[in-house]
């Protein structure tokens, strides 16, 4: 039988950090409302059902999981419905393009072309699972 993973919780640095909460993050989905921008704290947060890709599991399962960014000038959003606090965004991949270091951009890609681009001092990243998982009939696929 297998043993369920501890809940993940991931803190970014650097790209090579962030690049390890993208590959934990693939295939997250969540709700537009469920994402909040907070200037002048700087800190844009989200919430997600994460698929738990790390575990080996017999069935599919998501967990809710926070992101939080820190240190964050300016935010951009790009083919994503903003009025609809309802639509549903599956989170692709986050990456970071580096600016005047320690700063520069990250961006959250998400399926059918939408995207957030966060003008960020320095990588300030929290990831961390909220709930307990619960099984999900569906799994991603990817073509290959």
Known sequence: MSETPAPLRLLAEDADDLGVIS??????????????????ERRLTMVLNRFRWETDAP?????????????????????????????????????FEPGEAPGGGVQLHFA????????VECIDVVMADLSDPWPTKHAPTHEG
């Open 23 to 40: 590959a934990a993050l693939q295939d997250a989905v969540g709700q537009i409302g469920d994402i909040t921008y907070e200037a002048v």
């Open 59 to 95: 069935t599919a399962q998501r967990v809710r999981t926070a992101l939080q960014f820190g240190s964050v000038l300016a935010v951009k959003a790009r083919n994503l419905k903003r009025d609809q606090p309802d639509a549903i965004v599956e989170l692709l991949a986050v990456d």
């Open 112 to 119: 059918g072309g939408g995207d957030f681009h966060l003008e």
